[in-house]
């Protein structure tokens, strides 16, 4: 794999960055000891360590060449907490040390549910079984120690998922009406591409724009601007097929990426939008508002950049043609 490669996925895969940092991180803390068991000839602990390294290695490699980082990320995890309780039982007071790290770094590998209960399941384990071996008071403390660092870790990873997607959210949808934005449209764009070429599923996109909408801007106001792009957006997302998606592209300007065949589905569906619109999306001053569209079905071997013109040629021939109708270019 080349580097660039490997630095696009880095930097989009957020799953995968994190557990291949995770996989660095762990083996270059446990390779020393390895190394110094392996030269006193302690088999047991050796066999330990290794089966953890191999473990962890074999999960990132798993997850680089198959691409499935949710199976990887819930194996590592519950592998960790086995091992760790394991190491408790063979190392004693030295695997101890150990248990913190790997039952923290669980909660960035799955779901924290699942880390609170492998972190709550090796202790659980340890104490049936009596492996820590010390006194009541110090057994105590260690038990304890190990669930306020589960539950403030539990914590703080509720706190940092909430933010994370909220900040998704942010970056991918519309502030004004909630829809899909700009930047969210080029990546399915992207990958509307890749799937054509992969499963020679085709797709087409509509381009929509509100017929006279700064008429309504200046004679009503941009609040009532607002209102007309929060209530036409809300009736796209109710009337599009449930595989289909709705984009804000820029002021009154509207993107549906559908999943069709062929020309005649996209006149369908841009016939039923313009129509379910005028019939149901009225201005300030009582008048049906409408929309025109342009459309074009994707073509083998065609760019992105080149669809997406014709698409736009088209909304443009709409407008021209009298507005209020629909467009869609040949696909062939």
Same mark, same amino acid.
């Given at each position: 794999?080349?580097?660039?490669?490997?630095?696009?996925?880095?930097?989009?895969? #957020?799953?995968?960055?994190?557990?291949?940092?995770?996989?660095?991180?762990?083996?270059?803390?446990?390779?020393?000891?390895?190394?110094?068991?392996?030269?006193?000839?302690?088999?047991?602990?050796?066999?330990?360590?290794?089966?953890?390294?191999?473990?962890?290695?074999?999960?990132?490699?798993?997850?680089?060449?198959?691409?499935?980082?949710?199976?990887?990320?819930?194996?590592?995890?519950?592998?960790?907490?086995?091992?760790?309780?394991?190491?408790?039982?063979?190392?004693?007071?030295?695997?101890?040390?150990?248990?913190?790290?790997?039952?923290?770094? =669980?909660? #960035?590998?799955?779901?924290?549910?699942?880390?609170?209960?492998?972190?709550?399941?090796? %202790?659980?384990?340890?104490?049936?079984? /009596?492996?820590?071996?010390?006194?009541?008071?110090?057994?105590?403390? +260690?038990?304890?120690?190990?669930?306020?660092?589960?539950?403030?870790?539990?914590?703080?990873?509720?706190?940092?998922?909430?933010?994370?997607?909220?900040?998704?959210?942010?970056?991918?949808?519309?502030?004004?009406?909630?829809?899909?934005?700009?930047?969210?449209?080029?990546?399915?764009?992207?990958?509307?591409?890749?799937? #054509?070429?992969?499963?020679?599923h085709r797709c087409g996109i509509l381009m929509l724009d509100i017929?006279? +909408?700064?008429?309504?801007?200046?004679?009503?106001g941009h609040l009532a601007g607002d209102k007309v792009l929060i209530?036409?957006?809300?009736?796209?997302?109710?009337?599009?097929?449930?595989?289909?998606?709705? +984009?804000?592209?820029?002021?009154?300007?509207?993107?549906?990426?559908? %999943?069709?065949? =062929?020309?005649? /589905?996209?006149?369908?569906?841009?016939?039923?939008?313009?129509?379910?619109?005028?019939?149901?999306?009225?201005?300030?001053?009582?008048?049906?508002?409408?929309?025109?569209?342009?459309?074009?079905? %994707?073509?083998?071997?065609?760019?992105?950049?080149?669809? +997406?013109?014709?698409?736009?040629?088209?909304?443009?021939?709409?407008?021209?043609?009298?507005?209020?109708?629909?467009?869609?270019?040949?696909? =062939?």
């Open positions: 794999m080349k580097l660039h490669a490997i630095r696009y996925r880095l930097r989009n895969d #957020f799953q995968l960055a994190v557990m291949t940092l995770f996989a660095a991180i762990a083996l270059l803390g446990i390779t020393p000891g390895t190394v110094l068991r392996a030269i006193n000839g302690q088999r047991l602990p050796f066999a330990v360590d290794f089966t953890i390294q191999a473990g962890i290695l074999g999960s990132i490699l798993h997850m680089w060449l198959s691409g499935d980082t949710r199976r990887a990320s819930l194996f590592l995890a519950y592998f960790l907490g086995v091992m760790a309780t394991i190491a408790v039982h063979i190392l004693g007071a030295a695997g101890e040390f150990w248990f913190y790290p790997a039952m923290v770094a =669980n909660f #960035f590998l799955v779901d924290r549910r699942h880390a609170l209960a492998i972190a709550l399941a090796g %202790l659980t384990a340890l104490l049936l079984t /009596g492996t820590v071996d010390r006194p009541p008071t110090e057994a105590a403390a +260690f038990f304890i120690s190990v669930i306020v660092c589960a539950l403030l870790t539990y914590t703080f990873s509720y706190r940092t998922a909430m933010q994370r997607k909220q900040l998704e959210t942010l970056a991918s949808h519309d502030e004004l009406t909630g829809i899909f934005n700009r930047r969210t449209l080029v990546d399915e764009l992207d990958r509307a591409q890749l799937t #054509f070429e992969r499963d020679h017929d006279h +909408f700064k008429q309504i801007n200046d004679r009503y209530e036409l957006a809300s009736l796209l997302e109710r009337n599009v097929r449930k595989n289909d998606r709705v +984009f804000r592209y820029g002021g009154e300007e509207f993107v549906v990426l559908a %999943l069709l065949p =062929n020309h005649d /589905g996209l006149v369908s569906v841009a016939e039923k939008l313009r129509g379910r619109v005028e019939q149901g999306i009225h201005g300030p001053d009582g008048r049906p508002i409408t929309i025109s569209l342009g459309g074009a079905i %994707l073509r083998p071997g065609e760019s992105i950049e080149a669809w +997406f013109a014709r698409a736009d040629t088209s909304l443009y021939v709409a407008k021209n043609s009298g507005r209020n109708r629909a467009v869609v270019d040949p696909d =062939n």
